[in-house]
């Protein structure tokens, strides 16, 4: 079957001019054309950060005037600092961030038209996609594992530290190209560890009686039913305590996994040892400590302390990027930061901020990039954009740039081409 070829500029035109003539009434939009050279980066993995329920920009990354949910005047819940980038400010809650903005880029004109549905602005941030009736779309996490594999032939190349979504999986590529989950850093995934009660005998005669029903069938012609299968296979191969060992984080200094912080920051630490295992892609989801009462979602009240959750994240981030820079593999390992929306500067009825999908911000740190602190502005209310949108097939684009990938290709869906990116273009800016 066919999986792959390089989109050409019919199918390409074809497949976003939707897309491009509503960008076009964004300034700075710029179209390609079939000239544009290819932009590749040289990292090697991508932890994605996912902070679900919708970080506010405006709380974060894309500081403005403080408002006062009182007086029902908008802008910013909390104060903003300098940082190592001249003219760029981040969240005063982001006091460890602040000095290192010079290895991240806040990308902060994102925009994408899905404003009150968690469910489908996550889908969008994850495939890149709108929900499809007809098209099962793959997740970034899977293109990636589909198109870059594993460094080593003995991991998986993805993991998902978080309930798992079938936003997160590998839609028409199958399920070999979908992922290892875990829920709680104390333990590995469930299921590639035995049993007190499974014996390495006992599991041995199991793989044995597996293998005698396969080899008594006729070889099968469909491709899930072989995508299954394969996915047994590495499942048995992954339940190895060599692999397994990754997952002991007492391994590490009781000193770095206090920098790290709590069970969000100990995800992180995972994920770092995951990349030096060889797992291409890790996502590390921040929506279940709720250290809040609402994680990200801070409708009325749940913006209260909010400031905790920023300081989580801070902690955490803080700590992965230096860390990275100190193992020497911070130029090869990209870390994205995503959410499926922003919110606007105004305040709710209690205080708690809405949803806005027209202008928020994503975070790009390491991976080799030529990072500007931030990139793109929107107005004193962070509310439309001004210069440098970034729609979410560029992100995507990006991100698929900083690994080498080809962003311009298609890939098949049975005999139907999908182009990878939906058109996307990469930050060339962050290429030079």
Not at 193 to 206: G, N, V
């Amino acid at each position: 079957m066919k999986n792959e070829h390089r989109i050409s500029r019919r199918e390409y035109l074809t497949s976003s001019a939707a897309m491009a003539a509503a960008a076009m009434t964004l300034p700075g939009t710029s179209v390609a054309d079939e000239t544009s050279p290819l932009i590749q980066g040289k990292a090697e993995h991508v932890i994605s950060i996912w902070l679900g329920g919708g970080m506010g920009q405006v709380d974060t990354f894309d500081p403005k005037a403080i408002g006062d949910a009182k007086a029902n005047k908008a802008g910013s819940l909390y104060g903003s600092v300098d940082t190592a980038v001249p003219g760029v400010r981040v969240c005063e809650h982001l006091k460890r961030i602040a000095p290192l903005m010079d290895r991240v880029t806040a990308v902060r004109t994102v925009h994408h038209e899905v404003i009150d549905e968690h469910a489908a602005a996550t889908n969008r941030m994850h495939t890149g996609r709108p929900i499809s009736g007809a098209i099962k779309y793959p997740s970034l996490g899977s293109m990636i594992a589909h198109e870059r594999g594993t460094v080593n032939e003995d991991v998986p190349p993805y993991v998902l530290i978080g309930y798992p979504n079938v936003t997160r999986g590998p839609g028409f590529l199958g399920a070999r190209h979908g992922y290892l989950y875990l829920t709680d850093t104390s333990r590995g995934p469930t299921g590639l560890s035995r049993p007190d009660f499974m014996t390495a005998a006992r599991q041995a005669r199991r793989e044995n009686f597996l293998s005698t029903l396969r080899s008594a069938g006729d070889a099968t012609h469909s491709e899930p039913v072989r995508d299954y299968d394969e996915a047994i296979e590495r499942s048995l191969a992954l339940s190895s305590p060599e692999f397994n060992r990754v997952f002991n984080l007492d391994a590490e200094s009781a000193v770095l996994r206090n920098r790290y912080g709590g069970e969000f920051g100990q995800r992180c630490l995972l994920a770092r040892r995951l990349v030096q295992r060889g797992v291409r892609f890790i996502e590390v989801s921040h929506n279940l400590s709720f250290i809040n009462g609402a994680g990200w979602d801070v409708h009325n009240e749940g913006i209260l302390n909010q400031h905790g959750l920023i300081q989580e994240m801070d902690t955490a981030l803080a700590a992965l990027i230096t860390d990275l820079e100190v193992q020497g593999i911070l130029d090869k390992t990209l870390i994205s930061i995503t959410t499926e929306f922003g919110r606007p500067s105004s305040f709710d009825s209690r205080g708690g901020r809405a949803h806005q999908g027209t202008a928020f911000s994503c975070v790009l740190a390491g991976g080799g990039l030529n990072h500007k602190g931030a990139w793109g502005e929107t107005d004193e209310l962070s509310k439309k954009i001004i210069s440098s949108p970034v729609s979410v097939p560029d992100f995507f684009a990006t991100v698929m740039a900083t690994v080498g990938m080809d962003y311009g290709k298609s890939l098949y869906d049975g005999d139907r081409p999908v182009p990878i990116t939906d058109g996307g273009l990469p930050i060339a800016e962050l290429f030079s």
